[in-house]
């Protein structure tokens, strides 16, 4: 017969309640939250917040040393190529575009952006918003990209990482982005993507006044950006790994993955890869992905490294381009 405490035990005893199941948005969300863990921060609030401004500073500095004429320099090799002032206009108004992305995500609401429903129609997009900036000054566009950078940094700084997770699909990318993301790809787009047309020299590009903490973060959100911007239709069924191993100040390890269903970039190693590419430093990488510097000529040189699967190799510049 059991003692009577057993049975005052027994009675009070709290019966196992099952944990609830995720809804779809739930599950969601946590796998957006384990997408941006990584060790270099870059997509925390506060490392956002402060990158931005330490770029609006860069860039400040670097735009009060561009005389006039610089403006109107071409950047490619020929008469197609933009002009240091359409690279800035065009910069000004994709900040501005992520900055809606940011908000409408934030609040909960549909992203309309007029005239870009789609990857492909970027490079259309671009002309626009060029074309509309036509008529602003030099001055005017620096003016509004800073105070862009300034008003990201202030939203974000602010984010907890409920809010930082959050996604919404956006017309210029093939994966779904969290908030921390688009930020991020802001810092990745004007730091690394057009940093080379907006700095006074190509030997000068801007990426090279980042801390050595502030380039690692940067590459982050750059193969970030990549794996958000996969163009599926090109990949088509293709499935794959690719690793980066870059060297220096500021290098680390990152893989992206691809498949029909989008890609995904993030830093670290994985077991197996289908092609490795390893880099001797973070501004050869950087020049590889503009296109900027030939692969095969550093591949002689043995400053660039391809192990693995040299037909897909070859792909990638046509499979992971940043948006």
């Excluded at 790809?185 to 006044?209: D, E, F, K």
């Excluded at 380039?215 to 959100?221: A, I």
Aim: charged fraction near 20%.
């Amino acid at each position: 017969m059991p003692k009577p405490e057993q049975n005052v035990l027994a009675s009070a005893a709290t019966p196992e309640v099952p944990e609830p199941e995720l809804t779809p948005e739930q599950i969601e969300a946590a796998a957006a939250l384990a997408r941006l863990e990584d060790r270099s921060g870059a997509f925390t609030s506060v490392t956002l917040a402060a990158d931005l401004l330490e770029l609006r500073d860069i860039y400040h500095g670097t735009f009060e040393r561009t005389r006039d004429e610089d403006w109107l320099r071409r950047l490619g090799r020929n008469a197609e190529g933009w002009t240091r002032r359409e690279a800035l206009a065009y910069v000004e108004a994709m900040t501005h575009t992520y900055h809606l992305a940011i908000l409408a995500t934030l609040g909960g609401a549909p992203l309309i952006i007029p005239g870009l429903n789609h990857l492909d129609e970027l490079p259309t997009f671009a002309r626009q918003q060029i074309e509309v900036r036509a008529e602003a000054t030099e001055a005017e566009l620096i003016g509004s990209l800073e105070t862009a950078f300034s008003e990201i940094a202030r939203i974000v700084g602010q984010l907890g990482p409920e809010e930082l997770g959050r996604t919404q699909a956006v017309p210029w990318m093939t994966s779904v982005p969290t908030v921390a993301e688009l930020a991020g790809a802001v810092l990745a787009n004007a730091g690394v993507l057009y940093g080379l047309h907006l700095a006074l020299a190509r030997s000068r590009p801007i990426w090279l006044y980042f801390s050595p903490g502030m380039m690692r973060r940067q590459l982050t959100r750059l193969i970030h950006l990549m794996g958000l911007s996969y163009r599926i239709k090109q990949g088509g069924e293709l499935y794959a790994t690719i690793g980066l191993n870059i060297a220096g100040q500021g290098g680390g390890s990152w893989f992206v993955r691809i498949s029909p269903e989008g890609g995904m970039g993030k830093i670290g190693i994985v077991r197996t890869t289908d092609v490795t590419l390893e880099i001797a430093s973070a501004d050869l990488f950087c020049r590889l992905v503009l296109g900027q510097a030939s692969p095969w000529q550093h591949w002689l040189r043995r400053t660039l490294r391809i192990k693995g699967n040299l037909r897909l190799a070859r792909r990638l510049p046509t499979l992971l381009i940043p948006g």
